[in-house]
């Protein structure tokens, strides 16, 4: 429901003040006096459909969130604020007064600053709620182009299932006909690109679903194309597929698993968050490589700050969240 109200409320607000604002221009220019008062004693009614949207907007954004402060849902969420203050000690109180000088007609220097400010106010107001529009699209941009195509569609039978860690378990499915399953998908357009660059996985948790599933067909097809797998969890208990990958690493030349823990202290490997010193010792050139980024939200904002930090260029990086740990 969140992901529904979030863009709906957001749309009602910006349009509202746009209202508020072109109706105040508009009639200032090129209508009457009787307009111009009718207009302003109509504008504070209209807060009755203002406020509700931004509190429902606002209150969305910070549940869809999920306490994520950086990237695109960083910059949303701190422009909030100043939406919020903005509408509150600027645009209510400057409508409740000007609705007042309208209806009295004092329309004097008081009444024409006021306004001044108003529009301001408004216009602000309508370019930081246009911005969060602006990267809401950007954000769900994945969830449209995924909407569109047609999704593959098998029947199949489920032959077994099994505890990988903690809270984590695999189903093994059997494709060919004669199902009791249907099953649906995947999506998401998480997939290796087609060039020779080394190639750096970083996965947090569930997040690496996605990634076993590329090495293991980039594996089975020969590919020598060099692979790096960083793998961050809190224990080795709850690391999905951890044993596996390991005998992988062991086993193939061009592909290395680098299992860090961060509530670990007697694992024998890394420890700690990935950081862009962790990358750097095992990596001999960041921005020569291509990165895939899968895990919990906040973790998949983190290492995108932290590459373009290193200078890596955005291109080069391809990134999913997972809202589960």
Do not use: C
């Amino acid at each position: 429901m969140p992901r529904l109200i979030h863009p709906l409320a957001g749309v009602v607000a910006l349009l509202t003040i746009a209202t508020f604002w072109l109706s105040t221009v508009i009639s200032e220019l090129f209508l009457s006096r009787d307009v111009v008062i009718a207009v302003k004693i109509t504008i504070p009614w209209g807060f009755l459909l203002l406020v509700p949207a931004l509190a429902a907007t606002g209150g969305s954004g910070v549940f869809l969130s999920q306490g994520q402060r950086t990237g695109l849902l960083g910059t949303k969420l701190r422009r909030m604020p100043f939406i919020a203050a903005n509408g509150i000690l600027i645009l209510i109180p400057s409508a409740l007064f000007l609705a007042a000088r309208a209806r009295a007609g004092l329309f004097d220097a008081s009444f024409y600053g006021v306004q001044a400010l108003e529009l301001l106010a408004g216009a602000t107001n309508i370019t930081l709620l246009g911005l969060n529009f602006r990267d809401g699209l950007k954000l769900t941009q994945w969830h449209r182009k995924n909407r569109l195509k047609p999704a593959q569609r098998y029947r199949t039978i489920l032959e077994k299932k099994e505890d990988v860690a903690d809270g984590t378990v695999a189903f093994f499915l059997k494709k060919p006909e004669g199902s009791v399953i249907d099953i649906e998908g995947p999506y998401g357009d998480l997939a290796v690109t087609q060039d020779t660059r080394p190639v750096v996985f970083i996965a947090g948790g569930i997040g690496i679903t996605p990634f076993r599933s590329m090495i293991l067909d980039s594996i089975q097809r020969g590919l020598t194309r060099y692979m790096t797998l960083f793998y961050s969890n809190r224990d080795e208990r709850e690391a999905a597929f951890l044993s596996e990958l390991q005998q992988l690493s062991a086993a193939h030349p061009h592909f290395r698993l680098v299992a860090t823990m961060t509530r670990q202290p007697d694992w024998q490997g890394e420890q700690g968050y990935i950081t862009q010193a962790m990358l750097s010792r095992h990596l001999d050139d960041l921005t020569g490589a291509v990165f895939y980024l899968a895990g919990p939200p906040v973790m998949v904002a983190a290492m995108q700050t932290l590459l373009k930090q290193a200078d890596v260029h955005p291109t080069q990086i391809h990134a999913e969240s997972f809202a589960g740990y």
